[in-house]
C-alpha cells in the first residue's frame, strides 16, 4: 500500500471560481510561504450551437494571478473531463507553468483515438503534457509540498491532489449531499471508484476537500468545499459504512438511466489533447462528432 506524506500543518489559500455553464469549480492553489500558485480544472468557454470557444473563464483566472502578485507553476487536470474544455494550453501561453495530469491518459487517449478515429499524427504517449503523474508521485508549488493519489473508477487517469491540508478530488467525490460521480463512462467501475473513495477517505478527518463539480442538489447554494470526516459521516453513496457491495449496485442501476453529458464530444477531443482543439488537414480547428459511438 503507498504512504502518502501528508502533512496537515501547511495551510495553502486556495480561491475558487465557479463556472455556470458547465457546474465546474476552478482553484488557484497559493503556496502559504510564497508567491507561487497552482491552478486546478480551468474552463475554456464553448458554444456547441456555434462552435465558438472564448476564455471568459479562464481570463478571471489570469486576471486574478496578475493582480496578486503570483507565479503560476502548475497546471493541473484532476482527469481528462468529458463535460467541459480545458483552458490549460491557454492559460500557459499567459502565465507559463506545467500541464500536469495523471498517466493513464495513455489509456484515455488510446480508447478514444479509436472512437474518434484519430489517425497516426495523434500521439497517444501523454506527450501532450509536461507531465504525467504516477500514483504517490511527489512535486512542489514553490516551497509546499504536494502529492498525486491515484483515485480511478471515474475515469482511468483520475488522480487527487493533495497540498498541504487540502485535497482535489476532480469528480471522485461530489458534495456530501452530491455522493459520487458515475463510473460508466469507457474504462470506469463501479468497484474501483469505491476503492478510490476509500483512499480518499483514509485522509486526516480534518483534510479540507474541494471539489469539481456542485449541482446544487435539492436546490441549495453551490458549495465546493468540505472534509474527510463531513464526506466519511454524511456522503449520501458512501458514507455512514456503506458497503462495496451497496455502492456498486446502486451506481450501477442510477448510472444505466443517465444521459451523456452535453460536451462530452468535444471535451474528450480536446481535453485528450491537453486542452488543445484538433485541426484538420489545411490546419483549420475542427471537431468530430462520431455516431452511435457512445
Not at 452530491?178 to 478510490?196: C, K, V
Request: with cysteine.
Amino acid at each position: 500500500m503507498t504512504t502518502y506524506p501528508v502533512d496537515m500543518t501547511i495551510h495553502p489559500d486556495v480561491e475558487s471560481f465557479f463556472d455556470e455553464a458547465t457546474n465546474t469549480i476552478s482553484h488557484i492553489v497559493k503556496d502559504p510561504a510564497s508567491d507561487a500558485c497552482a491552478i486546478v480544472d480551468s474552463v475554456m468557454d464553448f458554444d456547441p450551437a456555434s462552435g465558438r470557444i472564448s476564455f471568459d473563464h479562464a481570463d478571471m483566472l489570469i486576471a486574478r494571478v496578475r493582480e496578486r502578485g503570483l507565479v503560476l507553476e502548475w497546471i493541473l487536470e484532476t482527469h481528462v473531463h468529458a463535460d467541459h474544455l480545458s483552458a490549460a494550453p491557454y492559460i500557459q501561453r499567459e502565465l507559463g507553468g506545467k500541464i500536469g495530469i495523471g498517466e493513464n491518459i495513455l489509456i484515455v487517449q488510446d480508447v478514444f483515438g479509436k472512437i474518434f478515429n484519430e489517425g497516426t499524427e495523434f500521439q497517444r504517449d501523454g506527450s501532450q503534457f509536461d507531465a504525467l503523474f504516477k500514483d504517490g508521485d511527489t512535486y512542489t508549488v514553490g516551497t509546499m509540498p504536494c502529492f498525486a493519489m491515484h483515485t480511478p473508477g471515474h475515469t482511468p487517469a483520475c488522480m487527487t491532489h493533495v497540498m498541504g491540508d487540502a485535497g482535489f478530488v476532480g469528480d471522485t467525490l461530489f458534495m456530501p449531499d452530491g455522493g459520487s460521480a458515475r463510473a460508466d463512462f469507457p474504462g470506469g467501475d463501479a468497484g474501483t471508484l469505491y476503492d478510490s473513495i476509500q483512499k480518499v477517505l483514509a485522509l486526516p478527518d480534518e483534510m479540507r476537500l474541494f471539489m469539481c463539480h456542485d449541482y446544487g442538489p435539492n436546490g441549495r447554494d453551490i458549495e465546493w468545499e468540505t472534509t474527510v470526516a463531513e464526506e466519511k459521516a454524511h456522503n449520501i453513496h458512501v458514507g455512514a459504512g456503506k458497503t462495496r457491495e451497496d455502492f456498486i449496485k446502486f451506481r450501477t442501476e442510477r448510472d444505466a438511466t443517465l444521459g451523456m453529458p452535453r460536451l462530452i464530444l468535444p471535451s474528450l477531443q480536446v481535453n485528450m489533447r491537453a486542452g488543445e482543439i484538433p485541426k484538420d488537414g489545411d490546419g483549420r480547428p475542427m471537431l468530430k462528432l462520431p455516431v452511435n459511438a457512445l
